[in-house]
């Protein structure tokens, strides 16, 4: 994420019999992102820069996504109580949403008897909303709605081919061949009911329950009637492989205030800039971008205290508050050590007194 000539690296292969037994979403990335952007914060202070154009001179990029974030400090410190310490933090993170050799998924859309569809996909649901998006394009294609739709997935003896769903796949990927098969299957419904009407497949609009073609429509029932008698069905495919190596950028902003008596933490204004594209669910994408280490800068700059772990509770903020001021209104205590002799020296050593040098 930023630019850094020199670096070093220990990676440790570790062995195990407790592996995880369900799927881990961005496992280790918020722990190294809170890490990397405490870092940061803290190497502006030492050099006396502001945080936030410390990490415009560094990002990889032109920083484009800070721009909303800029806009907000624009705006006046919201109110915060009589008393209160308040700061702001900034943070940036960045996330590979595929695999370096590239993601590949297929989707299958069938329209059943009873006017539902079927989306068959194998990618899993981690409880990001993967299922609700793709069930929301494929509603959107086929003007129907998202309670008329089934979604399998999870099981390739049922559905086709899906890399993983990780870093937002099940939406950038897969989202992307349900749209490809939704599409394909309204052409096909399209093309069907244009040859039973006699007119071309251009004056062929698809509405929820029929086709229509100025004044005539066939509906979509007896389309699949046609289908079952000709011994075919009424599906589609779509397949999409997406690039060999993507990643996205986030940027957060929190204006927080303290109370120096209790720990208690309010956060005032919280301000994100997601290099997310299309949001097709505004909702779900709002609580998917991760707010901790923004959130730690900004208690650090109310409160002078930097937070090495997570979650920042109004314990550790209390207790923090109350050990800095404690230090400071204890004297430093002053203790006498007694001269050591060169045998004394010897004997710390282990008597080595042959290694000592007057």
């Not at 979604?151 to 559905?159: E, F, L, M, N, Q």
């Not at 096909?188 to 609009?205: F, M, N, T």
């Not at 209390?318 to 010897?346: C, G, I, M, S, Y």
């Amino acid at each position: 994420m930023y630019r850094c000539p020199s670096t070093k690296l220990d990676g440790y292969a570790i062995y195990t019999n407790t592996v995880p037994s369900t799927a881990f979403r961005g496992h280790g990335l918020d722990q190294v992102m809170f890490a990397v952007e405490s870092v940061m914060d803290e190497l502006a202070r030492r050099v006396d820069m502001d945080p936030l154009e410390f990490r415009a001179q560094n990002v990889v990029g032109h920083g484009l996504r800070m721009d909303v974030i800029r806009t907000a400090l624009a705006d006046p410190f919201p109110a915060a109580p009589e008393g209160w310490l308040t700061g702001t933090g900034f943070a940036l993170s960045m996330t590979a949403a595929t695999p370096p050799h590239g993601h590949f998924a297929d989707a299958r859309l069938t329209r059943l008897a009873d006017g539902t569809y079927d989306l068959a996909v194998a990618g899993a649901e981690f409880g990001d909303g993967t299922t609700t998006v793709q069930q929301q394009i494929v509603a959107r294609e086929l003007f129907t709605t998202v309670e008329q739709i089934t979604v399998r997935r999870s099981d390739i003896d049922a559905t086709g081919y899906d890399t993983a769903g990780f870093g937002s796949t099940g939406i950038v990927v897969a989202g992307r061949a349900t749209l490809l098969a939704s599409r394909a299957l309204a052409a096909r419904l399209l093309a069907c009911a244009a040859k039973q009407l006699g007119v071309a497949p251009e004056v062929c609009q698809l509405s929820e329950h029929a086709v229509l073609a100025g004044t005539r429509h066939i509906s979509l029932a007896v389309l699949h009637a046609i289908a079952a008698i000709e011994g075919e069905t009424l599906s589609a495919d779509g397949h999409f492989g997406g690039t060999s190596r993507t990643v996205a950028l986030d940027g957060r902003l929190f204006q927080v205030a303290v109370d120096p008596d209790s720990g208690e933490l309010r956060i005032l204004r919280s301000v994100s800039s997601a290099d997310a594209g299309e949001v097709m669910n505004p909702t779900l994408g709002h609580g998917r971008i991760s707010a901790d280490p923004a959130l730690a800068n900004a208690v650090r700059d109310a409160t002078g205290i930097r937070f090495t772990e997570l979650p920042v509770t109004r314990d550790r903020i209390w207790l923090a508050l109350h050990q800095k001021q404690t230090r400071r209104t204890t004297p430093a205590r002053t203790v006498a050590h007694p001269t050591l002799t060169r045998f004394d020296l010897a004997r710390l050593v282990d008597g080595h007194a042959d290694d000592l040098r007057d």
